[in-house]
C-alpha cells in the first residue's frame, strides 16, 4: 500500500471512529442529560477505548462541541437542501418537511437540541445554529415578505426562531407519542398553522 494510500485509509478510519463516538455520545446525553453521561460510557457503548475519545476530542466537552458542531452543520444542510419550491412560502413548507424529515431520521439529535443546547455553556453553538441552520428559515421568510406572501413588518429572525422551535418541539412529541402518524399529516397541520399566523 502506498504512503498515500495509508494516510487516506487512516482519516477514513478515524472518522468512522468519530461517527461512532458521535452516535453514541447523542444517544447517551438523549437519554440521561449532559451531566449524567460519562466518557466511560460513551467509550463503552461506541466499542472503542476511553482513551480514543480523549485522543479524538480532548475533554468530554470537547467531544460535545464536537457533536453540536457536526449536527448543527447536518442538520443546516438538510434544511437549505430543503429549500424549494415556486414561491417563497412553498419553500417554507418544504424547509418545514426537511427538518421534520431530519430530525426522523436523528431523533436523538433533537432531544438533545432542545434539552441541552440553550445553557449559557454552549452559547457559541446556539450562535452557530443561529448562523447556519435558523438562517435558512430567516432568508425564506425575508423573500416571502419581499414578495408579498406574508406581512412586510414581519420581524423574520424571531419568526424563524418560532418556527424552528416548533417543528423541534412537535417533531420530538411525534416520535414519543404517536410514532404511527404519518409525517406529511403532521406537516399538514404545521403548514396549516403556520399559514394562518404570518400572512
Known amino acids: 500500500m502506498s504512503e498515500r494510500s495509508e ?3 487512516r482519516r477514513g478510519s478515524r472518522q468512522d471512529t468519530r461517527q461512532k463516538v458521535f452516535r453514541a455520545a447523542v444517544e ?3 437519554e440521561q442529560g449532559y451531566t449524567a453521561t460519562t466518557v466511560d460510557a ?3 457503548r461506541a466499542g472503542v477505548a476511553k482513551g480514543t475519545v480523549f485522543y479524538n476530542f480532548g475533554s468530554k466537552e470537547g467531544l460535545f462541541e ?3 458542531e457536526h449536527s448543527i452543520s447536518k442538520l443546516a ?3 437549505a437542501a430543503a429549500d424549494t419550491g415556486e414561491s417563497a412560502l412553498d419553500a417554507l413548507d418544504s424547509v418545514v418537511l426537511g427538518q421534520l424529515r431530519f430530525f426522523e431520521e436523528h431523533g436523538a439529535f433533537a432531544r438533545v437540541l432542545l434539552a441541552e443546547m440553550w445553557r449559557t455553556v454552549w452559547q457559541e453553538a446556539v450562535a452557530r445554529l443561529r448562523q447556519s441552520a435558523l438562517s435558512v428559515y430567516a432568508n425564506v421568510l425575508r423573500r416571502a415578505a419581499a414578495n408579498g406572501e406574508v406581512r412586510a413588518d414581519l420581524d423574520v429572525e424571531t419568526a424563524a426562531t418560532a418556527v424552528f422551535g416548533m417543528v423541534l418541539t412537535v417533531a420530538i412529541e411525534r416520535r414519543a407519542l404517536y410514532p404511527d402518524r404519518p409525517i406529511e399529516r403532521t406537516h399538514a397541520t404545521l403548514v396549516e398553522l ?3 399566523r404570518i400572512k
Do not use: K, S, Y
Open 66 to 68: 464536537a457533536l453540536l
Open 7 to 9: 494516510r487516506t485509509a
Open 42 to 44: 460513551i467509550a463503552e
Open 194 to 196: 403556520l399559514h394562518g
Open 28 to 30: 447517551l446525553i438523549a
Open 77 to 79: 444542510v438538510a434544511l
